[in-house]
């Protein structure tokens, strides 16, 4: 799913990691001595063989390939995540606070095309590109704005089912959502109450197209800058997505190699219909005309 999601981002014009789906042996893998994993949660342990066995049972096989994700290492010198508030302390050329830029307002949009639930500070990755790159720490240069793990797209679940069918419609802890159900006994018709997998498409978990309201949609959790989206800065980014066609989504789908053909329909076919969705509301509200030129003196 990674693969697909930072190749839509890469394609609207953010920087975004270059993720590809890999088939390999494991026999090629082959561990220093002395590695160590360290979990979200904390807790650092080795990375053995009997570590990397347990990821290897758990990936998906094609007869005795391992399919995997790489991740190629972003350049520069990397800063660490940015923030959808305020501006960095040390980039002179960071001047405008982040919650009041266009681009990180409209992503909201985006994410929400996508269902990208997760697109949050931790996600993202700032890189110093200095003008020599064969001295990455020297100056002059400037900051690479980068957003990263977009495998939360496409219908990524939790280990617990009753958030899964929220995500998307609801944060983590919406106090809005808690009042509503307490006030009304829990009688409101709520989108995650009639949430259900498609048969054969249990890949893509609750994702779909038909509760999909544009406007309604909300983060996993509450992002600065998304919550200042303005009817503007929505029609800014669906003039982008508008030039996204069938065959670009095509294109985009088959980076996701999945090894069933009806699972790559299945989704060309959602992203469709949630961009129809999003389009309609969107630039029919305002002009969705852009990027207007003169040509041959008479031509607009």
């Known amino acids: 799913m990674s693969a697909i999601g930072a190749a839509i981002y890469h394609d609207v014009g953010f920087w975004s990691s270059c993720e590809q789906v890999v088939y390999f042996r494991p026999s090629l893998l082959k561990l220093t001595p002395g590695l160590k994993v360290t979990a979200n949660v904390g807790g650092t342990r080795p990375f053995d063989q009997a570590a990397l ?10 007869g005795d390939l391992v399919r995997m994700q790489a991740s190629a290492w972003l350049p520069g010198r990397l800063l660490g995540p940015f923030r ?50 064969a001295a990455p720490a020297s100056s002059p240069g400037h900051v690479r704005h980068y957003y990263l793990d977009t495998s ?29 159900d307490l006030l009304t006994l829990g009688l409101l018709d709520r989108p995650w109450d009639r949430a259900a997998r498609t048969p054969g498409q249990e890949i893509f978990g609750y994702f779909n197209a038909k509760d999909f309201v544009p406007e309604k949609w909300q983060n996993e959790y509450s992002n600065p800058a998304f919550d200042r989206m303005r009817e ?8 982008i997505l508008a030039r996204f066609t069938p065959d670009h989504l095509h294109a985009l789908v088959k980076a996701g190699a999945f090894s069933k053909p009806e699972n790559s329909a299945h989704l060309q076919q959602l992203l469709q219909a949630r961009l129809d969705r999003l389009l309609k509301r969107y630039l029919t509200r305002l002009s969705p005309l852009s990027d207007l030129r003169v040509e041959s003196h008479d031509r607009l």
């Open 152 to 180: 939360d797209c496409f219908g990524s679940e939790w280990a617990w089912d009753g958030i899964s069918r929220r995500l998307g419609y609801s944060y983590l802890l919406d106090f809005e959502h808690v009042g509503e």
């Open 232 to 239: 503007r800065d929505g029609a800014w980014m669906a003039r």
């Open 53 to 62: 066995q347990q990821v290897l049972d758990e990936a998906a096989k094609k």
């Open 84 to 133: 959808y508030e305020g501006t960095r302390a040390d980039d002179p050329n960071d001047i405008i606070p982040h919650q009041d830029r266009r681009e990180l307002r409209g992503a909201r949009l985006l994410a929400a095309w996508l269902n990208h639930f997760d697109a949050r500070e931790q996600n993202s990755m700032d890189s110093w590109i200095a003008l020599d790159p």
